[in-house]
């Protein structure tokens, strides 16, 4: 890097106008990095505002195939859905997961049959329908890891089977992405792809979307012997590393900005495709001094996601995906 000398250098030529700014930007962000996750419920014609994350809703099925359907006319690439379980599916063992006509897999069902060019993605992990609200299964107050990783390859291969065609491993056992690709060579589904949430931290910036899925109340204690310790960088490279070795396509870095840190190293060491998720405590954050006048709700949207892609995200899960569509249509 050469810097020569001001007055030589003077860094203002190349801000002195709009033509200048464009031709000196070195990041852009464009509707194919967004991913929206979405919240399905039960029921017809039913949409339940999320207190805690103003503007967005939970939806029926029905209305959630419409709403897939106007994303993809703006032009977003994928889809990512949560269902909101009703409490008396939940159960020890949460075979609700792997209910090939849960909400979840009706839910990838109808958009695939509406709108089949939108990506699916899924989560796979155990907390909608674990009566403790923990991503996977509980004996003795221990969140037991091998026969996690069983139920999880069940529950992968029925959102396989419903038609995902990106699964989100979000529960953080170890060995499951191994498992989970081997299942699927062995089942037929070998162009399904999987994105790791391989670096995943124990945040309490998830605690809107813990009230948007109905888990708030269901969680006994917290996360943290699988998610990763907020103060830990190096780890994240090990999980990222163990991950692709696995199998996995993508991986994923959440929450996001807190942790851009993260992303960069990640992008640096293994150049594979690499994303964020913009959690729902961030959202919420955004939205709530934006109602409260005292951001600019959307430019501090586009300004938190170029952050990503400066960070070296392909792309982000943000529930800014519609708002920042139609933002960057003009
Ligand atoms: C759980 C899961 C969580 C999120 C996505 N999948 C919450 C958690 O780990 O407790 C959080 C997403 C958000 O906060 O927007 N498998």
Request: proline letters at 5%; hydrophobic letters at 45%; charged letters at 20%.
């Amino acid at each position: 890097m050469t810097i020569a000398p001001y007055p030589a250098a003077r860094f203002r030529r190349l801000k002195s106008s709009a033509a200048l700014r464009a031709l000196s930007c070195e990041n852009t962000l464009s509707v194919g990095d967004l991913i929206w996750p979405v919240f399905v419920r039960d029921g017809t014609g039913q949409r339940t505002p999320v207190a805690s994350m103003p503007g967005v809703d939970r939806l029926s099925v029905d209305l959630l195939v419409e709403a897939a359907q106007e994303a993809a006319d703006l032009g977003i690439p994928a889809i990512c859905i949560f269902p909101y379980t009703d409490p008396a599916l939940k159960t020890q063992l949460c075979e609700e997961a792997w209910n090939p006509d849960n909400l979840s897999n009706r839910a990838i069902r109808a958009i695939k049959a509406a709108v089949p060019q939108l990506a699916i993605m899924t989560d796979v992990a155990l907390d909608p329908y674990n009566v403790n609200g923990h991503d996977g299964i509980v004996r003795d107050g221990v969140i037991v890891n091998d026969e996690t990783v069983e139920a999880l390859v069940r529950m992968a291969l029925a959102q396989a089977e419903a038609g995902a065609d990106i699964l989100g491993p979000s529960d953080m056992m170890d060995g499951r992405i191994g498992a989970m690709r081997a299942a699927l060579e062995e089942c037929g589904f070998q162009d399904v792809a999987i994105m790791s949430y391989a670096a995943k931290y124990a945040s309490a910036f998830y605690g809107p979307f813990r009230d948007a899925v109905g888990a708030t109340g269901a969680l006994s204690g917290d996360k943290k012997t699988y998610q990763m310790n907020p103060a830990n960088s190096d780890e994240a490279l090990r999980l990222i590393e163990r991950d692709l070795r696995e199998g996995a396509d993508m991986v994923m870095v959440k929450p996001g900005l807190p942790y851009l840190d993260i992303c960069r190293r990640a992008k640096d060491r293994f150049g594979a495709p690499t994303y964020a998720y913009q959690v729902s405590g961030e959202y919420a954050m955004i939205q709530a001094a934006a109602a409260k006048g005292w951001i600019d709700g959307a430019q501090v949207m586009a300004e938190s996601l170029i952050a990503f892609k400066r960070a070296g995200c392909d792309g982000i899960l943000t529930y800014f995906a519609p708002a920042m569509a139609r933002a960057l249509r003009g």
